[in-house]
């Protein structure tokens, strides 16, 4: 059994909370089986899909948004177990600086994660993307992308 199959979903909540803070984007990556899904269901900035898939999707993602993103922190709310030992939710703060406007920012993040096997397969993240789209200057494209999804 390896190191990776050994961990528990918590610990690679937690893992993944480090590496995120202080880790590179293919560490990132890493933590995720190879045909893992990622879902945002609220977005995360105008023109970004709502779902990613595949480790080295993730791995091209990652690496293409970490020059413009300085994580300052990510702080950890709460880290629910549930009746599902796949599964752990996880409550934390993302402050960061929008490298290219030089502005700071916090989100707030709700990361439903299922673990199998020491590896992410599936994570549904839920994002107030308000504050970095302020951060970014992407603010007013937000708000119309948001308008445009709720015209009936």
Known sequence: MTEVSARSPREVAERFLRVASDGTPDELADLYAENSVIEMPFGAQPGVPLQFEGREGH????????????????????????ADPEVVIAEYDYQ??????????????IMVMRVR??????????????????????????L?????????
């Open 117 to 142: 096997d020491g590896l992410i397969v599936h994570s549904r993240d839920y994002a107030n993307p308000l504050g970095s789209a302020a951060a970014f200057g992407n603010l007013d494209r937000l």
């Open 96 to 109: 960061a600086t929008a490298v290219p406007t030089g502005r700071s920012f916090t989100n707030r993040y």
């Open 59 to 82: 791995r091209a993602r990652f690496r293409s948004f970490a020059p413009s993103i300085r994580v300052e922190r990510i702080g950890l709310a709460a880290l629910h177990e549930t």
């Open 144 to 152: 119309q992308a948001a308008r445009q999804s709720t015209a009936g």
